[in-house]
């Protein structure tokens, strides 16, 4: 898991958290990539052919997700009602 700009740090055993690494580098060497559908991370899971679960959240990150919807490489989540 990348820390990112939340800082996250989660301690268990089967997750290794990290502060910062090349996408380029980690998304080859992972099963799949969940992310939040801004444009460097989508380009960056799409280019190393992996698995992508993109959930956007906010300003353009639905039209990446949209994009890679039309393109076959990426399907809209479902979102459940509180």
């Keep these: 898991?990348?820390?990112g700009w939340a800082g996250i740090n989660v301690d268990d055993e089967n997750t290794l958290t990290v502060t910062e690494?090349?996408?380029r580098w980690l998304f080859p060497h992972v099963a799949a990539?969940?992310?939040?559908?801004?444009?460097?991370t989508t380009a960056a899971g799409l280019?190393?052919?992996v698995p992508t679960?993109?959930?956007p959240g906010l300003?353009?990150?639905p039209f990446?997700?949209?994009?890679?919807?039309i393109s076959g490489s990426a399907r809209i989540p479902c979102?459940?009602?509180?």
């Design 33 to 40: 990539v969940v992310h939040h559908c801004g444009a460097g």
């Design 21 to 23: 690494v090349p996408h």
């Design 47 to 49: 280019r190393a052919g």
């Design 59 to 61: 300003g353009d990150q």
């Design 79 to 82: 979102r459940s009602a509180p």
């Design 1 to 3: 898991m990348q820390a």
């Design 64 to 69: 990446w997700l949209g994009g890679c919807a």
């Design 53 to 55: 679960v993109a959930v």
